[in-house]
């Protein structure tokens, strides 16, 4: 039988699963459904969120029921969440050990951006390209959930 690479067949507790399309970059929620087979109305927080569609660990999830909150600092992506995730909550702020402001350094179509310089500095040197360094709201997770 001929499986395409990001449709696998599942096993779970309870049996096999159906196939499913993984949007993630790494499988991440392939193995996590594998984690939680039972849960058909989950929850998740994504920090990070990027783009709602491409290399999405949580779109399988959304597109399956789950709802849940969104954190993308980047103003570009995070209107992306809004229009795409509409039962989502979505949150324009970045996350951080305390309160306060940041410096964001976007690097866009990457999963790359950052608020450590020195991380922007060594994508740039990568040959990436910062398309914005923008002043960002930071706030603590646990503020959040």
């Known amino acids: 039988m001929d499986i395409p690479l990001r449709t696998p067949i599942e096993f ?10 993984s949007y993630a970059q790494n499988y991440e929620d392939v193995m996590l459904r594998r984690a939680f087979p039972e849960i058909k109305n989950g929850f998740y927080v994504d920090v990070g969120a990027i783009d709602p569609r491409r290399d999405s ?3 399988y999830f959304y597109e399956s029921g789950w709802r849940g909150i969104n954190i993308e600092p980047a103003e570009q992506y ?12 979505n949150l324009g702020v970045a996350c951080g050990a305390r309160n306060g402001v940041g410096t964001l350094h976007v690097i866009p179509d990457t999963g790359l951006s950052t608020m450590v310089p020195e991380y922007a500095d060594g994508a740039k040197a990568a ?4 398309s914005e360094v923008a002043e960002v709201r ?8």
């Open 12 to 21: 779970s507790p309870t049996g096999f699963l159906p196939p499913m399309r």
């Open 57 to 59: 660990t949580t779109r």
């Open 78 to 89: 995070l209107k992306l969440h809004e229009a795409a995730r509409p039962e989502d909550v």
């Open 127 to 130: 040959g990436h390209v910062i």
């Open 138 to 145: 930071v706030v603590r997770l646990e503020s959040i959930i």
